[in-house]
C-alpha cells in the first residue's frame, strides 16, 4: 500500500450520469504519482489508440482534475487540470491554486475524471462520497464574481438542510468556468475563487463543451495518512521557515518583476515583443504596493508565501475593479505588453478578464498580437467591430476581450488563439501575418523572453518543451536543473507550488515525497526514468495532434519569428537570437532527451522505457 | 504552584482584516488536536463566503458562556486556568444546544464523532497563535484575559463577511455577497 493517496478516483460520465469510483494499481501511482503525470498515462491509456481523431470540444476528450500524494502537505495548495488540449492537441498539465485538491481528498477522492457531454449546462457537487450532478441553467452565462457568490450560497444552503445539526457549513471549494469557457473560447480558463486559473491547454473551453459550468467540493473527513507523520511535519516547517526568510518575495510576490523583469532583465513583452524593454517607474512594485494593493499577503490552503496581493482600484475611471495582484504573468501581458504602465489600468484589464473566465496570458497574447496587425493596418477599425486597440488603452482591449468571451463578431476569429487566428487572417487578408504571432505550437509564448538571454528560459526552451510556449515547462540541459521541464514534471504531478520550492534544496522535495508515501525516489530516478516516460507520452500525444491541426518537429520545434528579430531597445539593443545555434541546442537537447534527428522520440529509447505502445503508435510519423 | 509562576487566563485577540487565508491555524490545530491535518475537524476554521474576505471563525470566550449555560448535560465547563471552553467528549450528546446559544454560531460537530467543537486554547499555548504569528501575519494575538467585552466578537460568518467585504473593498464590497 502507498501512504498519502485518499486511493480512489471519481469518474463522471455526463452523457448517461454514471458515477462511479476508479482506482489506479500501486504500479500506476509510483510511475506517474498523480497530477500532470497521471494525467498522461490516463489520456494515453484511453485516448492513445485514436488520439488524433478526438476533437479536444467533443465528447470523447477527458477533463481530469487530479492531486497528487504530497497535495495539503506541501504547504500551498494547488490542483491539476488536464484533458486532450483545444490549445496545442497534445496534453498539458495546467495547475491552479486554491483549497479544490485539499477538500478533494478529505471527500475521499485524488482526483475527478470526466467523460461525455451534459445535454444541458450542470454542475457536479461532491459531498464526501455523495455525488450529484445538478442542473447549471440558473448560472449558465454567470461571470466569476457571480458564480462564485451562487454556488456558495447554494451549497451551503444544501448542507445546512442535509445536516442541520452540524453547526456552521464552510464554503465548498469552487472551480468554474465563466462565459468564454461556455463559449468554447481556446483561451478560457479553469477558475478557482476570483483570479485563480488553470489557464495554459485552454480546459476551460473543454468544460464549455462538455456543459459543465463547475465542480464544488466539500470534504469533511482528514486527508490521507501518511508514512511518517513527524518527518512531514518536520519538512513543512524546513518549507515554511525557507519562504519566511525571504520576506521582500512574500511581500511582493512576482509583483516586483512588472518593473524589474522589462528594466533590468530586458525580457519582458511590450507591445506584441515588438520590444521588450521598459523603463516605466509607473509600473513599479511599490505604485501597485500603495496605490492598489488592499492585502499584501494573499494565500491557498497552508502557504507561506501568500505571494497572491489583493488589488481594489479605489478612485478614477477604473474604480471598482478587483483582482489579485496582477502577478507578472498579467502584468506583463495585460500590461507591458497592451502598452498598459499603469496598476490602476491593470487591474481593471484583468478583473475584466477574470470576471469572463479568459486567461490573461493567451489573451493577452492573442490581444497583442491584434494591436499589432492594427497597428500595421492590416487589421482596421471595421474589422474591428468599430473597436481601436491602440497601445495602452485599457478600455478598448477590454472591449475586444468581451468580443472574444462571447464569441461576437471579430471575437470569435480572436478566439480560437493567436496560432489559429493568424492562420485565418492570413487566409483573409492573403498577408502572412504569422510573424506577429508568438506562440508555440498553438500556445502563447509566456511573459519571460529569450533574446537578452538573461532570463531563465534558454534559446531551445520553448522549442523543445512539451507545453510549447507555457513558461512553467520549459526544456533545459541539464534535465536535472530546477527549471527544466523534467524537474517542474514533479511539481505538477506531486501536486504542489513551484513558489515554495524556490530556495530549498531539491531533495526536499523528494524526501518529502517519501515521508507522505513511504516511497523512496532520488532525483536521478526520477528524471531519467519517471519523468522522462511522462514526458515521452506528452510528446507523443503532443506530435500526433489532430484533428485540426498536426505539428511537423521539423517545423513547428522552434521560436516564434519575432525572437530572431534584433532586440531594438533597452541594454541588450540589438541582440537577437541565432538561428543555427537554436538548432544546434536542439540536436543535444533531442540527443538527451531520446529524440532523433527530425524530433521524433526513438523506438529503442520508448522501449527501454517500456513504452512499447507508444513506439508503436509513433511509427506513422517517422 | 507558587504564585508568580500561576499562569494568567489568557484571550486571543484577532484582526480579522488582515488573514491572508493561508489556514495554517487550521493545519496546527487539526495535528495538535487529531494529530491528522483535518480542516473540518480544526476548532478554528477559516471562512472564506467571498474570495479576499477570509478569516478565522473561533470561540470568543464570551464572558458569560452562553454555551456553557445551555448545556443540557454538564459536558461544557470553563476551565479555571485558561478561561477556555472545556468539552467533556464523553458527556457531550451532540444535541447542538451549545451552537444555539452562541451568539456567533461558532462551535461545530467533530465530522465523524458525536461531539462538539470548541477551542479550548490549546491547554493555554494555543498552535494557531505560534503559527500565524511564526508567519507574520499577526491576525491573531495573545493578551491577558481582562474584564472586556469580547462577546462582541462571537458573530456569525455572514455578519463578519458583511463588515469586512466593506472594509476592504469599499462600496464594492455591499455587492459581492
Not at chain 1, 444544501?158 to 456552521?168: H, I, M
Not at chain 1, 525571504?246 to 513583452?269: F, N
Not at chain 2, 496546527?28 to 478565522?56: N, T
Request: net charge negative.
Amino acid at each position: 500500500m502507498i501512504f498519502g493517496y485518499a486511493g480512489k478516483f471519481l469518474e463522471v460520465d455526463l452523457s448517461t450520469q454514471n458515477i462511479k469510483e476508479v482506482r489506479f494499481s500501486d504500479e500506476v501511482l509510483m510511475d506517474y504519482v498523480g497530477g500532470r503525470g497521471l494525467a498522461a498515462k490516463v489520456l494515453w491509456d484511453r485516448l492513445g489508440s485514436r488520439w488524433e481523431t478526438v476533437d479536444p470540444l467533443g465528447p470523447e476528450n477527458l477533463l481530469l482534475f487530479l492531486a497528487g500524494p504530497l497535495t495539503g502537505f506541501f504547504p500551498g495548495g494547488r490542483i491539476c487540470v488536464s484533458g486532450k488540449s483545444p490549445q496545442c492537441n497534445g496534453v498539458v498539465g495546467s495547475t491552479v491554486g486554491g483549497e479544490f485538491g485539499v477538500d478533494l481528498r478529505c471527500a475521499g477522492y485524488d482526483g475527478v475524471i470526466v467523460v461525455g457531454e451534459a445535454e444541458k449546462p450542470v454542475y457536479l457537487f461532491i459531498k464526501d462520497g455523495d455525488v450529484e450532478i445538478r442542473d447549471a441553467s440558473r448560472i449558465w452565462g454567470m461571470n466569476a464574481k457571480q458564480t462564485v457568490a451562487f454556488l456558495t450560497k447554494e451549497c451551503r444552503e444544501l448542507l445546512k438542510k442535509r445536516y442541520p445539526k452540524k453547526g456552521e457549513w464552510r464554503e465548498p471549494s469552487i472551480l468554474y468556468i465563466g462565459p468564454a469557457g461556455e463559449n468554447k473560447v481556446r483561451t478560457a480558463v479553469v477558475a478557482a475563487k476570483w483570479s485563480h486559473a488553470a489557464g495554459y491547454g485552454g480546459y476551460g473551453a473543454v468544460m464549455g463543451a462538455k456543459k459543465l459550468k463547475a465542480v464544488a467540493v466539500k470534504g469533511t473527513g482528514p486527508l490521507p495518512e501518511v508514512a511518517d507523520l513527524e518527518a512531514v511535519q518536520r519538512l513543512m516547517q524546513d518549507v515554511c521557515n525557507n519562504a519566511y526568510e525571504s520576506e521582500l518575495w512574500r511581500r511582493w510576490g512576482t509583483g516586483a518583476a512588472g518593473y524589474d523583469v522589462g528594466a533590468k532583465q530586458s525580457s519582458e513583452p511590450v507591445r506584441n515583443w515588438q520590444e521588450e524593454w521598459h523603463d516605466e517607474r509607473s509600473f513599479g512594485v511599490d505604485q501597485f504596493e500603495n496605490r492598489v494593493w488592499v492585502k499584501s499577503y494573499w494565500g491557498d490552503f497552508g502557504c507561506p508565501t501568500t505571494c497572491l496581493k489583493l488589488a481594489v482600484v479605489r478612485a478614477g475611471k477604473f474604480k471598482g475593479a478587483i483582482t489579485d495582484n496582477p502577478d507578472y504573468e498579467l502584468q506583463a501581458y495585460l500590461g507591458t505588453n497592451l502598452g498598459i504602465f499603469t496598476p490602476e489600468g491593470n487591474v481593471y484589464l484583468a478583473s475584466v478578464i477574470d470576471d469572463l473566465g479568459l486567461c490573461g496570458i493567451q489573451t493577452g497574447n492573442v490581444l497583442g498580437f491584434a494591436a499589432e496587425l492594427f497597428q500595421r493596418g492590416i487589421l482596421t477599425k471595421e474589422d474591428l467591430d468599430g473597436i481601436e486597440p491602440k497601445w495602452g488603452k485599457a478600455e478598448a482591449f477590454a472591449a475586444l476581450a468581451r468580443k472574444i468571451a462571447y464569441r461576437e463578431g471579430v471575437g470569435s476569429l480572436l478566439a480560437e488563439g493567436t496560432y489559429r487566428a493568424a492562420l485565418k487572417i492570413g487566409e483573409l487578408k492573403g498577408v502572412d501575418v504569422m510573424p506577429y504571432a508568438v506562440q508555440v505550437k498553438g500556445i502563447g509564448v509566456g511573459a519571460h523572453g529569450i533574446r537578452s538571454e538573461k532570463d531563465y528560459p534558454e534559446v531551445y526552451s520553448y522549442a523543445c518543451s512539451v507545453q510549447g510556449g507555457d513558461h512553467t515547462s520549459v526544456a533545459f540541459m541539464p534535465l536535472d536543473e530546477p527549471r527544466s521541464e523534467h524537474i517542474r514534471v514533479f511539481d505538477d504531478s506531486g501536486v504542489i507550488c513551484f513558489f515554495n520550492t524556490f530556495g530549498i534544496p531539491r531533495n526536499l522535495v523528494f524526501d518529502f515525497y517519501k515521508a507522505v508515501t513511504g516511497i523512496e525516489l532520488t532525483k536521478e530516478e526520477w528524471v531519467n526514468i519517471k519523468a522522462m516516460k511522462i514526458i515521452q507520452l506528452q510528446r507523443a500525444m503532443l506530435l500526433l495532434g489532430g484533428p485540426d491541426l498536426q505539428w511537423n518537429p521539423e517545423i513547428h520545434d522552434d521560436n516564434p519569428l519575432r525572437f530572431y528579430e534584433p532586440l531594438p531597445s533597452g541594454p541588450f539593443k540589438g541582440k537577437t537570437v541565432e538561428k543555427a545555434r537554436v538548432d544546434e541546442e536542439k540536436r543535444k537537447y533531442y540527443e538527451l532527451v531520446g529524440w532523433d534527428e527530425r524530433g521524433i522520440p526513438k523506438s529503442d529509447f520508448l522501449k527501454r522505457l517500456g513504452l512499447d505502445d507508444v513506439d508503436k503508435a509513433l511509427e506513422k510519423l517517422r | 504552584m507558587a504564585e508568580a509562576e500561576k499562569r494568567e487566563a489568557i484571550w486571543i485577540a484577532r484582526d480579522l482584516s488582515k488573514c491572508s487565508g493561508c489556514r495554517r491555524c487550521e493545519v496546527a490545530c487539526s495535528l495538535f488536536h487529531e494529530k491528522r491535518i483535518w480542516p473540518e475537524a480544526s476548532r478554528i476554521r477559516v471562512f472564506m463566503l467571498a474570495p479576499g474576505i477570509e478569516f478565522p471563525h473561533f470561540c470568543a470566550q464570551c464572558e458569560d458562556y452562553p454555551c456553557v449555560e445551555a448545556c443540557p448535560t454538564k459536558a461544557l465547563s470553563v476551565s479555571t486556568e485558561t478561561g477556555a471552553v472545556l468539552v467533556d467528549a464523553n458527556t457531550c450528546i451532540g444535541c447542538g444546544k451549545c451552537i444555539e446559544a452562541c451568539p456567533g454560531k461558532i462551535p461545530h460537530m467533530h465530522p465523524t464523532e458525536n461531539r462538539i467543537l470548541i477551542c479550548d486554547l490549546c491547554g493555554g499555548n494555543p498552535q494557531c497563535v505560534r503559527v500565524c504569528q511564526e508567519g507574520l501575519w499577526n491576525v491573531l494575538m495573545i493578551v491577558p484575559r481582562r474584564a472586556h467585552s469580547f462577546k462582541l466578537y462571537a458573530r456569525t460568518p455572514e455578519e463578519i463577511t458583511r463588515d469586512l467585504a466593506v472594509k476592504i473593498f469599499g462600496e464594492e464590497g455591499e455587492h459581492l455577497l
